[in-house]
T-cell receptor, first 111, second 114 residues
Framework: GIQVEQSPPDLILQEGANSTLRCNFSDSVNNLQWFHQNPWGQLINLFYIPSGTKQNGRLSATTVATERYSLLYISSSQTTDSGVYFCAALDRGSTLGRLYFGRGTQLTVWP | KAGVTQTPRYLIKTRGQQVTLSCSPISGHRSVSWYQQTPGQGLQFLFEYFSETQRNKGNFPGRFSGRQFSNSRSEMNVSTLELGDSALYLC?????????????FGNGTRLTVT
């Protein structure tokens, strides 16, 4: 299956700072999603973004499919942004429900 | 629209026992997938069901099984529990028909095996 690598593994920020999380994937993908896992364990879908750029409030994401990477930008960080951010991809040979996840970026935002 | 619902939220079982977890997908979603999350292995795919048929399976032993009902609700079963089965089990649903259908996850069931 496809390999998904995320960096950095850990990120510590002060409130108000900006950050960029990166996701590299090893092969062409049909489906690329970013998730935020809250302290209670729920994975919340942030973006479905197999290519191009999307924005949602303080968050935006860009996927360059030809170069096999995606970036998640968080601007003006808030303490509620803390948690683990996962990137997940669907490779072309798999069925829709079978996402390959990276190991995540643990984000801690201090007040 | 109600989200993906998983029950129970927490479970404590003893080695050797079996357990059944339940997942109700978002209304209209026909694909249900199950994932296991542990600190050591991260998020790993267990299996996916679509229209009551298993259409993909991850690399887990046969002790892990699942099924899907005609209303798209799904259950997974783990028999002969081992300590290593302690994990957060997450269920996700999607429309299941196109590659551009995002997955939506439930709150998970946290299983502890003692």
């Amino acid at each position: 299956g496809i390999q998904v690598e995320q960096s950095p593994p850990d990120l510590i920020l002060q409130e108000g700072a900006n950050s960029t999380l990166r996701c590299n994937f090893s092969d062409s993908v049909n489906n690329l999603q970013w998730f935020h896992q809250n302290p209670w364990g729920q994975l919340i879908n942030l973006f479905y973004i197999p290519s191009g750029t999307k924005q949602n409030g303080r968050l935006s994401a860009t996927t360059v499919a030809t170069e096999r990477y995606s970036l998640l930008y968080i601007s003006s960080s808030q303490t509620t942004d803390s948690g683990v951010y996962f990137c997940a991809a669907l490779d072309r040979g798999s069925t829709l429900g079978r996402l390959y996840f990276g190991r995540g970026t643990q984000l801690t935002v201090w007040p | 629209k109600a989200g993906v619902t998983q029950t129970p939220r927490y479970l404590i079982k003893t080695r050797g026992q079996q357990v059944t977890l339940s997942c109700s997908p978002i209304s209209g979603h026909r694909s249900v997938s199950w994932y296991q999350q542990t600190p050591g292995q991260g998020l790993q795919f267990l299996f996916e069901y679509f229209s009551e048929t298993q259409r993909n399976k991850g690399n887990f032993p046969g002790r892990f099984s699942g099924r899907q009902f005609s209303n798209s609700r799904s259950e997974m079963n783990v028999s002969t529990l081992e300590l290593g089965d302690s994990a957060l089990y997450l269920c996700a649903s999607s429309l299941g028909l196109q590659d551009n259908s995002p997955l939506h996850f439930g709150n998970g069931t946290r299983l502890t095996v003692t």
